[in-house]
Nanobody, 115 residues
């Protein structure tokens, strides 16, 4: 059974940083692509960043230069380093595993940016 468990969310002031983690189990992590999505209140879920099994990355324009996605295949974990956070980054952040016909989601972790 594939499981994705996010952690690292919380409350941070504007300009601050957070690092989200997504620990996976039940599958061969290294062969899958991973992504981070977010959903703000009243809005649709949107792509934040992806990292392919080979390590190539892709970012939403709104987070380029501020967020960094990375993966540790030895720990079956994907990370999202978020710097220079803005109030508009407030959302529930979801981890996504996809590829080879699979598509799994974590339960989400709340990120709140407020002074």
């Amino acid at each position: 059974q594939v499981q994705l468990v996010e952690s690292g969310g919380g409350l941070v002031t504007p300009g601050g940083s957070l690092r989200l983690s997504c620990a996976t189990s039940g599958t061969i992590f290294r062969i899958y692509n991973m992504g981070w999505y977010r959903q703000a209140p009243g809005k649709q879920r949107e792509l934040v960043a992806t990292i392919h099994s080979g390590g190539s990355t892709n970012y939403a324009d709104s987070v380029k230069g501020r967020f960094t996605i990375s993966r540790d295949n030895a720990k079956n974990t994907v990370y999202l380093q978020m710097n220079s956070l803005k109030p508009e980054d407030r959302a529930i952040y979801y981890c996504n595993l996809y590829g080879y016909g699979l598509n799994y989601w974590g339960q989400g972790t709340q990120v709140t940016v407020s002074s």
